[in-house]
């Protein structure tokens, strides 16, 4: 059923709705900063994948930067029928120079092999670095059957799981700044509740159109 008002009647319910909207803004922020808290796991196992490339380590995903964000895409062998939602994940991915600069990568990982991956993504569209995995990574850091998100900071050669997410969790994402509030660096700017000893800038002033970042961690990952 349709409510049609005033001018003045809508500007005044549309000022009510923003406080919440506002308010939603401010508690998604709180959540962030407690999530910048949680306590971390140090990833004890050697894992191997498969890339276009060659073999790589969980350390060579991090492509020398300090954080990660793994998508574990349920693409499997031979899979008849992707997973529509994944699909959806992956439609929704950003330029990863945004998130490049801010010391983050990001890569999707499946249990299909680097040949069909590559021949999915080509369909697709897609370009960001995906990998094949055949050992216990994906059981080892809670996905089974279905799909997951996890991060990674990488310290002084060590690596440590910092967060875990699946099932609608995964469904706001798609800017760079919802995935940097996944990390335990955040977005680094100075108006964010962080961990003492968090480098921050300004808002704004890192933020450039993708093509025009001066930094070497924006390079594209191998």
Not at 120 to 143: H, I, L
């Amino acid at each position: 059923m349709r409510n049609i008002v005033s001018r003045e009647n809508w500007l005044r319910a549309q000022e009510a709705l923003r406080a919440k909207e506002k308010e939603l803004t401010h508690a998604h922020d709180r959540l962030a900063a407690e999530r910048r808290r949680l306590p971390w796991e140090k990833v004890e196992k050697a894992y191997a994948f498969d890339k276009l490339s060659g073999k790589a380590s969980l350390d060579d995903l991090f492509d020398r930067r300090r954080q990660l964000i793994v998508y574990h895409h349920m693409l499997k062998p031979t899979d008849p029928d992707p997973c529509s939602g994944c699909g959806m994940v992956g439609d929704q991915i950003p330029h990863l120079a945004h998130l490049h600069v801010r010391d983050t990568s990001l890569v999707f990982v499946s249990r299909a092999p680097i040949a069909e991956i590559e021949a999915f993504k080509r369909r697709m569209g897609w370009t960001m670095p995906w990998v094949s995995t055949a050992d216990d990574f994906n059981a080892d850091f809670g996905v089974t059957t279905g799909f997951g998100l996890n991060v990674f900071y990488r310290d002084d050669g060590d690596i440590y799981r910092t967060y875990f997410t699946t099932g609608r969790g995964v469904e706001t994402l798609g800017t760079p700044w919802t995935f940097l509030d996944l990390t335990p660096l955040g977005r680094q700017e100075s108006w964010e509740d962080a961990p003492e000893g968090t480098e921050q800038s300004e808002p704004y002033q890192w933020w450039r159109l993708h093509d025009e970042y001066d930094d070497s961690r924006t390079r594209e990952s191998a």
